[in-house]
């Protein structure tokens, strides 16, 4: 079925774009857990991804050619006190990394978008483990991401958290 629902509008040559975007990622994820005793375990994965994306065309009228291969590592480390089998505190901390590739900005950026992570919780069973609650404290700091500021007609870089 044609698509119609565009059908009248004019279009604007500014904001057009004929650009092939392209990425393709290969990774490896490792993790081991580990416990001592029956009341404390510790976790601790690593990821790497190779990842190479390419942006070629047109945006508004101007040519472009971009192509870029990175090695990205990401992992986190987790701990767990469990002092009864109804009850156990956690904590851990992670950090990630991937390529924002879209076709929405008209340059992108190199950087990875990244994000670290920290985290503290509770988790409890009552009732013989008929009610089950759950809560947690935790932050997360982004780097290197778009945002649309008002107004705009594409995401703007930000660089900072």
């Not at 971009?66 to 851990?92: D, H, I």
């Not at 900005?105 to 990244?114: R, Y």
């Amino acid at each position: 079925m044609p698509e119609t629902t565009l059908n009248g509008l004019v279009p604007v040559t500014s904001q057009g774009f004929n650009r092939k975007l392209k990425q393709e990622d290969f990774g490896v994820y490792l993790q081991d857990q580990l416990a001592f005793g029956d009341q404390f375990k510790v976790r601790a994965p690593v990821r790497t991804d190779r990842v190479k994306f390419s942006d070629v065309g047109t945006q508004g009228g101007v040519f472009r050619s971009m192509g870029y291969t990175q090695n990205l590592t990401s992992g986190s480390f987790g701990a767990v006190w469990e002092p009864r089998q109804s009850l156990s505190f956690y904590a851990g901390v992670s950090t990630s990394e991937f390529i924002n590739v879209s076709t929405e900005p008209a340059a992108l950026t190199t950087q990875p978008e990244s994000a670290l992570q920290k985290e503290i919780g509770v988790k409890a069973e009552f009732l013989d483990g008929r009610l089950q609650t759950n809560a947690a404290l935790f932050e997360t700091e982004r780097k290197n991401y778009y945002i649309t500021l008002p107004g705009a007609l594409s995401p703007t870089p930000r660089a900072g958290t």
